[in-house]
């Protein structure tokens, strides 16, 4: 957990609606990379830890008999439950309402665990231990992100870049130069390595994989509000009042930048770090 910081449920209140749009997709091929590295074959259990509105978890679902995903946040469990009937999976997909710390809830045990972006929210080296402890023998824990070392220029493609910078600065404009997070602040951010974390609750690797982003992608300035309003350091609430005029500030500035009001920007590529129960080599996947 960071220092002098306590997670509340109001860390990412409000920002389910604006996830599945504002925020950037995964790269195209994730699934097939994980299924190749794991050896799933459609029989095994995943748990998606920190799942927010599902689009990790549902984008997985071929892949599992059964999923069951785990967030705080109603607001995300409730998008999540949405998402999970529009792709016709009610029946193999449980959402539960829980803190990671919470675990294991009497879920039972699993082949997988998966934590998109969501690792350094918990309280690691508890999480990391119990869901150790949840897995099935020869059971991984993914973690998957962003890879944060690329550049991704729009150079060539048809309009300009999103003006991320500008749009931070704007944040801080109305919330202060320290980034907010619920009702704390995060003067340091959030904790890095997790290869520190993992290794101490017993788990072996990792196993490095990137797949690969890079595609050209088409945004919109409302795409752009999404995002800010997707973010836990600009979360709707967080404006209280002035949430109309940052928002009418922001669509200024977007439009100055872009007046058709579109955007060019290219899909992140996704790092991905598995890490074994028991041993670095896999072997068949276990079906829980």
């Known amino acids: 957990m960071v220092a002098d910081w306590e997670w509340d449920d109001t860390l990412f209140l409000g920002t389910a609606a604006h996830y599945q749009r ?4 995964y790269a195209p091929g994730l699934a097939d990379v ?4 794991l050896r799933l074959d459609g029989r095994g259990r995943l748990v998606d830890v920190g799942c927010g509105p599902g689009i990790l978890a549902l984008s997985l ?4 008999r059964e999923i069951v995903g785990v967030d705080p946040d109603s607001g995300m469990i409730a998008e999540a439950e949405r998402g999970g009937a529009e792709c016709g999976v009610t029946g193999k997909v449980q959402w539960v309402r829980a803190r990671a710390e919470e675990l294991p809830a009497g879920l039972g045990t699993f082949t997988v665990a998966t934590f998109g972006q969501s690792f350094h929210w918990m309280d690691r080296d508890l999480v990391a231990a119990t869901v150790r402890n949840m897995l ?5 824990l993914v973690h998957i992100s962003d890879l944060k070392t690329e550049s991704r ?8 870049a999103v003006p991320y910078a500008a749009v931070e600065k704007l944040v801080r404009q109305y919330l202060g130069p320290v980034r907010r997070a619920g009702r704390g602040t995060l003067p340091h951010g959030t904790p890095g390595d997790e290869a520190a974390v993992l290794t101490r609750a017993g788990f072996a690797g990792p196993q490095r994989h990137v797949v690969p982003g ?4 088409e945004r919109t300035d409302d795409d752009v509000v999404a995002w800010a309003f997707s973010m836990s350091f600009s979360a709707p609430h967080l404006f209280g009042v002035r949430r109309d005029a940052f928002e009418a500030d922001l669509r200024r500035l977007l ?3 872009s007046p058709s009001g579109r955007f060019s920007e ?3 590529s996704t790092e991905v770090f598995v890490w074994w129960k028991g041993t670095a080599e896999p072997g068949p996947a276990p079906s829980a």
């Open 22 to 25: 504002g925020r950037l997709p």
């Open 214 to 217: 890079g595609q050209a992608l």
């Open 34 to 37: 994980l299924a190749e590295v």
């Open 136 to 140: 099935r023998p020869g059971g991984a």
């Open 61 to 64: 679902a071929h892949l599992f």
């Open 153 to 160: 220029a729009v150079d060539g493609l048809p309009y300009p």
């Open 255 to 257: 439009r100055e930048v």
């Open 266 to 268: 290219r899909r992140p």
